[in-house]
């Protein structure tokens, strides 16, 4: 009979709480998404947004990607929620769809980018919806790629590009890769395709 092999690697839920510990304590944390890896700080905490733009050496007009757990968390985002994006949001989400908000005016300005809105999406993906559910609030959701390199699918790729910069991160495997989420923003009372990707409107 075959010797079995005895895993190391710490249980996920072990995984996950040392990931929302790192969050809580402003380091950046990169963890699986439907698509790509994406790096996660407190959209709440500044210095952790500030944070995070240093470390993937991103422009600061550039606004961030959020994900929220649950249509209920957008209050603490969004200043009002358009009435077109209601259908959209109970078809796709959770999914790869990503809406633009009017933000509140008490956001971080980078995390904005200035703009007056923000960008929020519910991911499909379990690891990514159980780490947003455990840390209680939103994360970003940034690719976990230096700014214009290729976005990566495995773990290896994300220590690969950032050996030292990040303080966890979550390995849930490879992901799908492809395309990124579809963004839709509306001018007016009707909806705009900003980036198109595996939803088709």
């Given at each position: 009979?075959?010797?079995?092999?005895?895993?190391?690697?710490?249980?996920?839920?072990?995984?996950?709480?040392?990931?929302?510990?790192?969050?809580?304590?402003?380091?950046?944390?990169?963890?699986?998404?439907?698509?790509?890896?994406?790096?996660?700080?407190?959209?709440?905490?500044?210095?952790?947004?500030?944070?995070?733009?240093?470390?993937?050496?991103?422009?600061?007009?550039?606004?961030?990607?959020?994900?929220?757990?649950?249509?209920?968390?957008?209050?603490?985002?969004?200043?009002?929620?358009?009435?077109?994006?209601?259908?959209?949001?109970?078809?796709?989400?959770?999914?790869?769809?990503?809406?633009?908000?009017?933000?509140?005016?008490?956001?971080?300005?980078?995390?904005?980018?200035?703009?007056?809105?923000?960008?929020?999406?519910?991911?499909?993906?379990?690891?990514?919806?159980?780490?947003?559910?455990?840390?209680?609030?939103?994360?970003?959701?940034?690719?976990?790629?230096?700014?214009?390199?290729?976005?990566?699918?495995?773990?290896?790729?994300?220590?690969?590009?950032?050996?030292?910069?990040l303080g966890y991160i979550l390995d849930?495997?490879?992901?799908?890769?492809?395309?990124?989420?579809?963004?839709?923003?509306?001018?007016?009372?009707?909806?705009?395709?900003?980036?198109?990707?595996?939803?088709?409107?």
């Amino acid at each position: 009979m075959a010797e079995r092999k005895l895993s190391t690697a710490p249980p996920m839920s072990a995984m996950l709480a040392q990931a929302v510990g790192c969050i809580r304590e402003g380091a950046v944390v990169a963890f699986p998404t439907e698509t790509y890896y994406g790096l996660a700080v407190d959209p709440f905490n500044r210095e952790a947004v500030v944070r995070l733009f240093h470390c993937k050496r991103r422009p600061l007009d550039k606004p961030l990607l959020v994900l929220i757990d649950r249509a209920e968390q957008l209050p603490l985002l969004v200043r009002s929620v358009p009435e077109p994006y209601l259908p959209l949001m109970r078809r796709y989400w959770p999914g790869p769809l990503t809406l633009i908000f009017p933000a509140r005016e008490d956001l971080c300005a980078e995390l904005t980018g200035n703009s007056g809105t923000i960008a929020i999406r519910i991911s499909s993906h379990p690891l990514a919806r159980e780490l947003v559910r455990l840390a209680a609030i939103p994360l970003t959701a940034t690719s976990a790629n230096l700014s214009g390199q290729p976005a990566p699918t495995t773990a290896e790729e994300v220590k690969g590009m950032f050996p030292s910069s990040l303080g966890y991160i979550l390995d849930g495997g490879t992901t799908p890769g492809g395309l990124s989420s579809t963004v839709v923003g509306l001018e007016g009372q009707r909806l705009i395709v900003h980036r198109q990707g595996p939803i088709r409107l």
